[in-house]
């Protein structure tokens, strides 16, 4: 009998960085059957295989990315033409007229900020104090041309050192909401087009830095940079986005560690769109940004509140990943969103193996058990 | 159905309805449709296998290499036909019928001792050996009176499996 066989042990190094994803799901058909092994026990695959169904019917990460267009309203004999109207002042009135804001917007700050940043090269304060104020005024042409209706409740954020930000993040305007009332210096993807342009010249100034996702090296460059940044005395707030992807704005997927292992105060920022006006959720998948931007200026309003809440200080024998949580709990609640285990990037690439073979070590253990009973 | 279009017709749904022995109900025919164009991204009739292996919860599951073959590329009509063996209103029979296929990788109408252990394989990984596995698998075969060399058939399973209280079922979820 296999009475003493141990069993095959993998490399342990099972995630203890990651929350426990079984601890999310709803407590499945694997119930611990006990008792000897039979033929029936091991041909029955059925709780695996209605994992698997339920996965393929029905799963809490697409669900995250999917978005929800909102209710036609216009179905109706005179809803119908009051619609049409509606699209007639958007697209022939509301439009242009933004776009006109938005190029006065650009030529005033280019402008302002050209000159800044040639000329005052030797005043290096002064000089990062007004292109601080010009960029603040470019983002409030910006969300004057979405007509952004942004409430703003709790403290503003202070300049101080050894603090960081962390915020939910939907679309790309999440940054531009929360820099018309500070200038941070946003840890962002590198976009490329204008987009790209806009960040290499402008967003330098403030302090931005840049990584790329598909590389992996990159990641322990930009938190070498993240704790310079930190450590700088003059440098402005940093912004982190820790779910590293855009989210449909109700869901948040699992929040990136990096932002919670710099030893600093970590200050949430929540923010949540209010999707009768428009939908804020920027799919990168399914258009881009320049489309993205063009529907949010032929939209009625871009409305959304931001909450700054209390800033929070990794607590003593707790785990950055369990700290990360805690914050991510907090901003949850606040915008009234669900939390989902999983991470971000798998919208880019698949699930480690580790999970199947956590799944895999299971079945083997509870066969092996079974085996010993008489 | 030919290409998928983004409205059902009744006649669609009632089509697919009977392909699937009305096991699941035209609500939830609906729903189905909407996860499947969610799935296939450039809609076109089918999902591949990329697209299934995107949604991280299958593709974490140790069996899913399996049921892959198994889905990979069908139809819309096929996909729920497919999927009807987890509704609520299959018979016990028909269920035991898909975990036989999912056993009988080669579609000869009978499982061998290596088509087991195949799949014990895949659900226990690399944390048994071989060894182990054919060892656990030949002694619970001759205690219910097979051999290393006997053939199981769709009779045979539902001799073993059919006294037991499977649970195969999944909610589809209708808004």
Redesign the interface.
């Known amino acids: 009998m ?1 009475g003493s ?1 141990k ?4 490399s342990s190094e099972l995630d203890l960085d990651r929350p426990n994803i079984e601890d999310y799901f709803p407590s499945s ?1 694997i119930q611990e059957p006990r008792g000897k ?4 026990d ?21 669900r995250c990315f ?1 978005s929800n267009p909102p209710e036609p309203w216009n179905w109706n004999v005179y809803l119908f033409p009051l619609w049409c109207c509606g699209v007639v002042v958007r697209y022939l009135i509301l439009f242009p007229s933004r776009v006109i804001v938005l190029t006065l917007g650009w030529i005033v700050f280019l402008s302002s900020f050209i000159p800044v940043h040639v000329l005052l090269k030797g005043h290096d304060k002064l000089r990062k104090k007004l292109e601080r104020y010009l960029v603040e005024l470019m983002c409030s042409f910006f969300v004057a041309s979405w007509t952004g209706v942004v409430k703003y409740h709790g403290p503003r954020p202070s300049r101080r050192p050894k603090q960081v930000f962390v915020a939910n993040h939907t679309s790309m305007i999440d940054f531009i909401i929360l820099e018309q009332m500070t200038a941070f210096a946003v840890i962002m993807q590198k976009h490329p087009g204008w987009v790209g342009l806009l960040q290499s010249t402008i967003l330098e100034s403030v302090g931005c830095i840049w990584f790329h996702r598909s590389e992996a090296k990159d990641r322990e460059i930009v938190a070498r940079k993240l704790r310079e940044h930190v450590r700088g005395i003059d440098n402005n707030p940093l912004l982190i986005f820790p779910e590293g992807t855009c989210v449909n704005n109700h869901y948040t997927v699992m929040f990136k560690k990096g932002a919670f292992e710099l030893g600093c105060t970590v200050c949430p920022i929540a923010i949540k769109y209010n999707k009768i006006f428009v939908d804020a959720f920027w799919n990168s998948r399914k258009q881009s940004f320049t489309t993205h931007l063009l529907q949010l200026m032929t939209s009625w309003a871009v409305v959304c509140d931001v909450w700054y809440l209390e800033p929070q200080t990794l607590k003593v024998g707790e785990t950055p990943i369990e700290f990360a949580e805690r914050v991510r709990d907090i901003i949850s609640v606040r915008a009234g969103l669900k939390k989902v285990p ?1 991470d971000g990037y ?1 919208k880019y690439s ?2 480690s193996p580790k ?3 956590q ?3 299971s ?3 509870s ?2 058990q079974r ?1 010993q009973e008489r | 159905m030919g290409q998928a279009p983004s409205m059902l017709t009744q006649y669609d749904i009632e089509e697919v309805q009977e392909h699937c022995n009305n096991l699941f109900s035209q609500q939830e025919i609906v729903s ?1 449709y909407q ?1 499947f164009c ?2 296939d991204r450039n809609a076109k009739g089918f999902i591949s296998a990329d697209e ?2 995107s ?10 290499q399996r ?1 892959l073959k198994m ?1 990979d590329g069908l139809n819309f009509k096929d996909f729920v036909a497919f ?1 009807s063996a ?1 509704s609520a209103k299959a018979t016990i029979q028909h ?1 035991i019928e ?2 036989f296929r ?2 009988d990788s080669d579609s000869n109408g009978k499982v061998s001792f290596n088509d ?1 252990l195949e ?2 394989r895949d ?7 071989d060894k ?1 596995r054919e ?3 030949s002694q ?2 001759a ?2 009176g ?1 051999t290393k060399e006997s053939y199981l058939m769709l009779d045979d ?1 539902i001799k ?2 059919g ?2 209280d ?8 209708v808004d």
Request: proline letters at 5%; a negative charge; glycine letters at 2%.
């Open positions: 296999s066989e069993l095959t042990s993998s058909s092994l039979r033929l029936r091991l041909l029955d695959i059925s709780p695996t295989l209605t994992e698997a169904a339920g996965a393929i019917v029905d799963d809490s990460f697409t999917k999983w798998l698949r699930p999970h199947r073979e799944k895999q070590q079945f083997a253990e066969m092996l085996l | 189905l996860r969610q799935l299934f292996l949604v991280p919860e299958f593709a974490m599951n140790p069996l899913s049921l889905v999927l987890f269920k898909f975990i999912v056993y087991i799949v014990l659900l226990s990984g690399s944390f048994l050996s182990q060892q656990v698998l619970v075969l205690e219910t097979y399973f073993v499996l006294s037991s499977l649970k195969i079922e999944v909610e589809v979820p």
